[in-house]
C-alpha cells in the first residue's frame, strides 16, 4: 500500500512539474500554444492551422502582455486582441507566421508597445 501511494505521489508531482502554467498563473511574457480561444491579457504570436475541425477553432502561438514591463514592444497578429494599456505603433506588416491564407504576402500583423 505504501508503494502504490509513493508511487502515485511521484506520478502527481511530475504531472505538476511537466504541465504548463494555467493562465491566471502565468508569469508576463510567458508564451504556449492556444486551441480556439485567446486569455484575456495574452496576444497571438502565430498561427498555425486548424486545431479542432468540428468547431473550426485555430491553433495559436499566444503570450501573456499584461503585466509586461512599460516601454515594450511586440509583433502580434493582426487578428490578435490588444490589451489594455497596449497601442498599435506600426503596420500593418507582414508577419510569415501569421498568415491564415497560405501563400497570401497581404499585411497581417502590427507592432504594439505598452509605453
Same mark, same amino acid.
Given at each position: ?12 508531482? *511530475? ?6 502554467? +494555467?493562465? +491566471?498563473? +502565468? ?5 504556449? &500554444?492556444?486551441?480556439?480561444? @485567446?486569455?484575456?491579457?495574452w496576444v497571438v504570436l502565430a498561427?498555425?492551422? !486548424?486545431?479542432? %475541425? ?7 502561438? @499566444?503570450?501573456?502582455?499584461? *503585466?509586461?514591463?512599460? *516601454? ?9 486582441? !490588444?490589451?489594455?494599456? &497596449? ?12 498568415? @491564415?491564407? &497560405?501563400?497570401?504576402?497581404? %499585411?497581417? +500583423?502590427? @507592432? !504594439?508597445?505598452?509605453?
Amino acid at each position: 500500500m505504501r508503494r502504490i501511494l509513493a508511487v502515485l505521489a511521484a506520478a502527481v508531482i *511530475g504531472a505538476a512539474l511537466v504541465a504548463p502554467p +494555467a493562465p +491566471a498563473q +502565468a508569469a508576463p511574457g510567458d508564451q504556449r &500554444w492556444s486551441c480556439g480561444s @485567446v486569455p484575456a491579457g495574452w496576444v497571438v504570436l502565430a498561427y498555425a492551422g !486548424i486545431c479542432d %475541425p468540428s468547431t473550426r477553432a485555430s491553433y495559436l502561438f @499566444v503570450q501573456q502582455a499584461e *503585466g509586461m514591463p512599460a *516601454g515594450s514592444s511586440l509583433t502580434v497578429c493582426q487578428f490578435s486582441p !490588444i490589451p489594455g494599456g &497596449w497601442r498599435i505603433v506600426y503596420g500593418p506588416v507582414h508577419v510569415s507566421s501569421c498568415v @491564415v491564407n &497560405w501563400g497570401s504576402s497581404s %499585411p497581417n +500583423a502590427y @507592432v !504594439i508597445s505598452n509605453s
